[in-house]
């Protein structure tokens, strides 16, 4: 037997009932929006009493937390919030002070809800792609690894086997660094231009130094061996008390180290690394010609004491500084040059020719 609803003429159609649902979730829906936009209008129009005087923009977000009872979330290594500005005001809508906080600074801000999110534009807005190409200038071919790099920053990329590269810029006026081994550094300032074109002029005024190699001198060009070479213009103006201070740094391959805080002390100098596990490791030095026996350097006393020759050379009288790095020296002054060779040049007198 077929049961009968007496509650049938009470209830709604199937399509009828579905569209008043549809309904209500979209009022419900619109209230939640609208709160949402009421608590953002609020929190930026909320009045402020504020007095600091130079203080981090990180120190005042905090105190502006205890004065609204917002939030605010930030990144810890955004450089601009460590910037110092004054604030004086009195009954202040929030987001006013918040654009008289930021005028200067390179931050921007958006309002969510009840907390206030900050960004910086220059990580998000700003950031502008570029590519390029690097190639020979005289050749017309591709530049295989060169170096492209923002200058003032740690932001930058090699080219491919194309010469092709692309970077992003954290700033409009970025400075772009291209430079390889053998050419020319380039500085290219950007204007805009998102394809650059890059030539590299080779640097032949390098190839064509004159190196002292032990036996004579030699076009840089024409040698096979590995040397490094300083010149007298890249000792100036330090203040050291020996040459083999003044080579710390200015060679590659070359480790320069102080035994002792002794004036005028043993100096450790190696060259490619230590060689020998027992016995010495030091280079040999040669003065115009004259042997000195590294061994009367830094081992004249025990502990790495000892005095040092090479204080006795004046770093004014220096022309240049030749350092032989790998086997070939060892052709030149035999076994003595297996840890690496350190040729120093004095100034001499010029021979000229009185015009008559």
Do not use: H
């Amino acid at each position: 037997m077929k049961k009968k609803s007496y509650w049938y003429p009470f209830t709604l159609p199937k399509g009828l009932l579905k569209t008043l649902t549809i309904m209500k979730i979209t009022l419900f829906l619109s209230l939640v929006s609208a709160l949402c936009v009421n608590a953002s209008v609020f929190s930026q129009s909320q009045k402020i009493n504020l007095k600091a005087d130079q203080v981090t923009i990180k120190d005042l977000l905090k105190v502006l937390e205890k004065e609204s009872e917002l939030r605010f979330f930030y990144n810890e290594d955004f450089a601009d919030l460590n910037r110092t500005v004054s604030v004086n005001v009195t009954d202040t809508k929030l987001g006013d002070v918040l654009d008289k906080v930021f005028t200067d600074a390179n931050i921007s801000y958006k309002i969510l809800d009840n907390s206030i999110v900050v960004i910086s534009p220059v990580s998000f807005l700003q950031q502008q792609k570029v590519t390029g190409t690097v190639t020979d200038v005289t050749t017309g071919e591709p530049v295989i690894g060169a170096n492209v790099i923002i200058e003032g920053t740690t932001i930058g990329v090699i080219t491919d086997v194309d010469g092709k590269f692309g970077l992003d810029l954290p700033k409009p006026d970025a400075i772009i660094v291209i430079s390889y081994l053998g050419y020319n550094s380039e500085r290219i300032t950007f204007n805009g231009q998102s394809v650059l074109d890059i030539k590299l002029v080779p640097d032949i005024t390098k190839l064509d130094e004159v190196v002292v190699i032990g036996y004579g001198k030699q076009s840089r060009r024409e040698i096979t061996s590995a040397i490094s070479s300083v010149k007298s213009q890249d000792l100036e103006n330090i203040p050291v008390a020996s040459l083999d201070n003044l080579l710390q740094g200015k060679a590659s391959g070359m480790q320069v180290s102080q035994n002792s805080g002794q004036p005028g002390g043993a100096i450790s100098v190696r060259i490619r690394g230590n060689s020998s596990v027992q016995g010495g490791n030091d280079p040999l030095y040669v003065v115009d010609g004259m042997l000195i026996q590294s061994n009367s350097i830094d081992r004249l006393a025990d502990g790495g004491g000892g005095s040092n020759p090479l204080t006795d050379i004046n770093p004014s009288d220096i022309e240049s500084v030749q350092i032989l790095k790998d086997a070939a020296a060892t052709s030149i002054y035999g076994a003595r040059a297996s840890n690496g060779v350190v040729l120093i040049t004095t100034k001499r007198g010029q021979n000229w020719c009185a015009n008559n």
